[in-house]
């Protein structure tokens, strides 16, 4: 089993939509989880941690499930500037190395 | 905003030549890594730094991989040998801290060199 899964997508929304994105992990001494997104061709910029108590960063939420092992992140209001890959990312509480996920691809339509 | 800096933004390189990727970690930064995504992949990682030596590599970092960081600000990624499979977007990374859940661990990634392998 891959140490971190995301749905496959793409997503396709309309402007304005609310869309969720889910991830799994298998390393259950995960400690540390994170969302970044990815453009075509760019680096990996940080969205948001993910702490146990859930966050929210305006239209972004984030929840942390960690007896089912399960994170995800819910986008409210879809603008076009949100379309990206959303990727899960999680680390070790040993190690420093980051395990990110394939990604989820989300594009928001006019 | 303090940000990370990559050199060059594409390299493009024969088999079996040697290259050499630099990287700018954020100033106040301890750690640093670098991590490879071939086109299409996920982001893969490559190896961890601190305190000037290697605190953590992966399957991917063998013999022909190196890193260096030869002053206070530069980091750099040698390949001695490349091949065609190293054909990849590399990017680095720095943290302020490496303690997993701890605040400050959060990596951000400077904007990749391209290497492509003929």
């Known amino acids: 089993r891959k140490e971190v899964e995301q749905d496959p997508g793409p997503f396709n929304v309309p402007e304005g939509a609310t869309v969720a994105f889910n991830c799994t992990y298998s390393n259950s001494a995960s400690q540390s989880f994170f969302w970044y997104r990815q453009d075509c061709r760019k680096e990996p910029k940080l969205l948001m941690s993910?702490?146990?108590s859930g966050n929210e960063d305006g239209r972004f939420t984030a929840q942390l499930n960690r007896a089912s092992q399960y994170i995800s992140l819910l986008i409210r209001d879809s603008k076009l500037s949100d379309s990206a890959t959303y990727l899960c990312v999680v680390r070790r509480n040993y190690g420093q190395n980051f395990v990110f996920g394939p990604g989820t691809r989300l594009s928001v339509l006019p | 905003e303090p940000e990370v800096t990559q050199t060059p933004s594409h390299q493009v390189t024969q088999m079996g030549q040697e290259v050499i990727l630099r990287c700018v970690p954020i100033s106040n930064h301890l750690y640093f890594y670098w991590y490879r995504q071939i086109l299409g992949q996920k982001v893969e990682f490559l190896v961890s730094?601190?305190?000037?030596?290697?605190?953590?590599k992966s399957e991917i970092f063998d013999d022909q991989f190196s890193v260096e960081r030869p002053d206070g600000s530069n980091f750099t990624l040698k390949i001695r040998s490349t091949k065609l499979e190293d054909s990849a977007m590399y990017f680095c990374?720095?943290?302020?801290?490496?303690?997993?859940?701890?605040?400050?661990?959060?990596?951000?990634f400077g904007p990749g060199t391209r290497l492509t392998v003929l």
């Open positions: 993910v702490y146990s």
């Open positions: 990374a720095s943290s302020e801290e490496a303690l997993a859940g701890g605040p400050g661990n959060e990596q951000f």
């Open positions: 730094f601190y305190n000037n030596e290697i605190s953590e």
